[in-house]
């Protein structure tokens, strides 16, 4: 079995649906959690800058997004056809769409700013996407492609409890179709199992 | 053989290379190209309010990078195993991430401040990425992944003028591989045809 090394921050994020797919393949991974400062010391060393990354059998590997769907077909949680993997891919984008939204808010520096930031993003952005992604759920099984469970709704699950925690708002439960599919991925055994251990951190 | 409608604005940027697959797979498509007060119009239908869309046979599809993918896979430009893909996906959001540098320079409305963030870029950021590609290109045996001709390198060749044309400067020719990479995807037959008789657009 391949050694797999996961480099990122002590936070979930962008690393935590890589943790959760190696999790549900029942891989066993060494968790790095930098802090900013041991991480501005090695990141000169890091491909493109940028975390997090993967490491498997030593070769370094980037972008959340790539890796997980490399994982995720290798974990059986691909399409069974190009057209399926495109409706995953979809799915991945238009998230990482809503998320650039949510970041451009996260970072504003101006208090005044981003509290305005921050109510145009429940109103409008969230309504908008999430609107949309609830009626997906509905209509493909209460997964968010092709009618099964594939490795966007643990990507997607991943990345939920930061967007939650950025918002300072469980904007998930308030559609009735998203907040079961939360639930029902959850649920899984190996994300329980994951969710129950893991180091618990605000984002 | 499928009928294929594009629908985007009269520039190249995010559908030249959607454009550019279907031409390399000798597909006829309908290369709608809106103003954007009929995008207005229209675009509360559109599935997540963005362009480009992809029309095949009547489906609507989405996202440009994913509608590459399934094209890309289609056209035999995808990887051969699944560390293939992987290393085209990354190259893929990668350049992604240096479009979003770009973006963020060319939407901002205070010319002085635009000024610096172009400055910025082609100081620091445009360097940073492309000495990288360039190795990168440099490694594989002229093109950006595995070694061969894939779909990331009509992907990224498809972005390269709106690049070039946002920034005001061809940043492309200044590193060797990197260029000589440019020409030769450039002269595949099919984009050669492709650019010849594509309609001129400053982006």
Known sequence: ?????????????????????????????????????????IKSSSPFGKLPTLEIDGKVITQSAAICRYLGREAKLAGDNPMEDMNIDIIVDTFTDFRKDISAFHHEADPEKKEQKRQT?????????????????????????????????????GLSDTVIAQLNDDVFEKYENLSQWKNRIASIPSMKTWIAKRPVTRL
Not at 15 to 33: K, S
Not at 137 to 157: Q, T
């Open 1 to 41: 079995m391949p050694v797999y090394k996961l480099t990122y921050f002590d936070v979930k994020a962008l690393a935590e649906p890589i943790r959760m797919l190696l999790t549900y393949m029942g891989h066993e991974f060494e968790d790095v959690r930098l802090s900013f400062e041991e991480w501005s010391k």
């Open 121 to 157: 993003l429940l109103k409008e952005t969230v309504p908008y996407y999430f609107e949309r992604f609830d009626r997906i759920v509905k209509e493909n099984n209460g997964y968010l492609a092709n009618g099964k469970l594939s490795w966007v709704d643990i990507y997607m699950l």
